[in-house]
């Protein structure tokens, strides 16, 4: 049971939540005008002066968990606190006991004086004021970026990070519904690829019409936007173009371009920011969209476990009723095809390990995608702390690494050992090379030959750079 220790307005908005959560509460109020009100409105109320240690007592207060103290007055605070510890030695029990102050210099007083938890209202608004400044800040982009918007005449190019990933694609989508609410029609553009399976995956869901950079003329847009990126070392913004809008997270705020409407924050994805412009905008949407974005944040965090700040959580909160859990689902663990478990089966055959270093070639492939996900399938094999897989498709090799040996840069790796025969490059934990076939003296007209020049080349120049080669001898 709650025992709420004065009924004034907070102790009022208090009581009446609780009840909505279903909780039991009892008051005790000193004014008998307002015990017959809460009795009338049906709250078990009891009328008293619970400074008094015979009236915490008469009110039942050892059935009492939580003990909350909701006077306005400091002075009556400790002096219920007081009645509260005397009847506590005498009773034998240990409420909770929480007390509201005005004045948060008497916090540590009141906390020595028995209060597990010190609400001081000086605190609360000041905190309550704080967060609504972070939802006021988007109301205030919402409205930028759509006078920005309404500036523009002609056909938007929405411009994604290079080799786009579910934030970016999910987001790009988002920024074209909003900008089309407002007129404005776009298309999505991506340098690179769309490589993984699981962003390919995003982009059947959402029946995107995604655009690669050399398939269009991007000088001929009339506006540019670019989401999920900020510098021009990461996407295909041609060099001279100053953009309309950017919008991007980052842990730092890049002021490299220019733009009529720049949004950079700290925050754990762009999603986050683009699901705040939908929401602000008033802007309906549909469920796959919602999904889209929920699926956005909690890949760019980790799911919540990298970067993630407050408003990705309330954002991805708001977010949970509108979206479809057996899509996000499927976008999470999308379906594998046969000729990639075919891919995963010869990389198994194939595979070789030493000294914690995996290594297989699987021959030719139809994907190369396959390859990746074999490396990142294998990784799981105990024993293996880094897989490297490579494979054929069409007129060049594909090399795929991945490692959870934290000592490892995979990317630096493969860039040393690869970038003479090909373009090689990548993250801490991931890498990837592109190597020509014509860098080998042997052709797929003589596969084993090729395989294995491509094994000397590749797998064996791999383990004796990580020096696996020696440790065996
Ligand atoms: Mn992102």
């Not at 007081?82 to 210099?105: E, F, H, W, Y």
């Not at 042997?442 to 696996?468: C, H, P, S, Y």
């Amino acid at each position: 049971m709650y025992l709420i220790l004065g009924c004034g307005d907070v102790g009022f908005t208090l009581a009446k939540k609780l009840r909505e959560k279903g909780e039991a509460i009892r008051i005790i109020e000193k004014n008998p005008q307002k015990v017959s009100q809460l009795t009338e409105l049906g709250f078990d109320t009891a009328e008293g002066d619970f400074t008094k240690p015979e009236t915490l007592r008469d009110s039942g207060i050892e059935r009492a968990e939580v003990v909350l103290i909701m006077a306005s007055n400091s002075e009556v605070t400790e002096r219920g606190l007081g009645a509260i510890n005397q009847v506590k030695l005498d009773l034998g029990i240990d409420p909770i006991i929480i007390a509201r102050s005005t004045d948060t210099l008497e916090i540590t007083d009141m906390k020595e004086y028995g209060a597990a938890e010190v609400v001081a209202s000086s605190e609360v608004l000041a905190d309550f004021t704080h967060q609504k400044f972070q939802e006021f800040r988007e109301r205030i982009k919402e409205r930028q970026l759509r006078k920005v918007l309404e500036r523009i005449e002609g056909k938007m190019a929405i411009i994604l990070q290079d080799n786009p990933d579910p934030d970016s694609i999910s987001s790009g989508l988002a920024l074209s519904i909003y900008a089309s609410a407002f007129g404005v029609g776009s298309d999505m553009v991506y340098g690179g690829q769309i490589g993984h399976q699981q962003n390919r995956a995003l982009v059947n869901a959402l029946n995107l019409n995604l655009r690669g950079a050399k398939e269009v003329d991007l000088e001929n847009y009339d506006a540019y936007a670019l989401v999920d990126v900020s510098t021009r070392g990461n996407c295909a913004l041609p060099e001279k173009i100053k953009p309309n809008i950017i919008i991007d997270h980052h842990s730092v705020v890049s002021e490299e371009i220019e733009a009529d409407h720049k949004n950079i924050v700290k925050v754990g994805a762009t999603a986050t920011l683009l699901a705040n412009y939908l929401r602000y905008g008033g802007i309906e949407y549909d469920e796959s969209l919602a999904t889209a974005l929920a699926f956005g944040i909690l890949t760019d965090t980790l799911n919540f476990t990298r970067n993630a700040s407050h408003l990705d959580f309330i954002t991805f909160e708001q977010l949970l009723p509108l979206i479809s859990e057996d899509l996000l689902k499927e976008l999470q663990s999308p379906p594998v095809s046969a000729d990639t478990l075919e891919v995963i089966r010869k990389a198994i055959r194939s595979s070789r390990v030493k000294g914690g270093y995996l290594i297989s070639n699987v021959g030719e492939v139809k994907d190369h995608d396959a390859i990746t996900q074999a490396a990142d399938y294998l990784l799981r094999r105990e024993g293996a702390l880094t897989t490297l897989i490579y494979g054929i498709e069409g007129e060049k090799i594909y090399v795929s690494g991945r490692t959870k040996d934290v000592r490892l840069h995979i990317g630096k790796l493969m860039k040393d050992i690869y970038s003479k025969i090909g373009s090689a490059g990548g993250h801490p934990t991931a890498g990837g090379a592109t190597i020509p076939l014509d860098a080998f003296d042997e052709t797929k007209e003589n596969m084993q030959a090729l395989r294995g020049a491509m094994d000397r080349a590749i797998g064996r120049k791999f383990w004796e750079t990580v020096g696996a080669l020696k440790s065996e001898r």
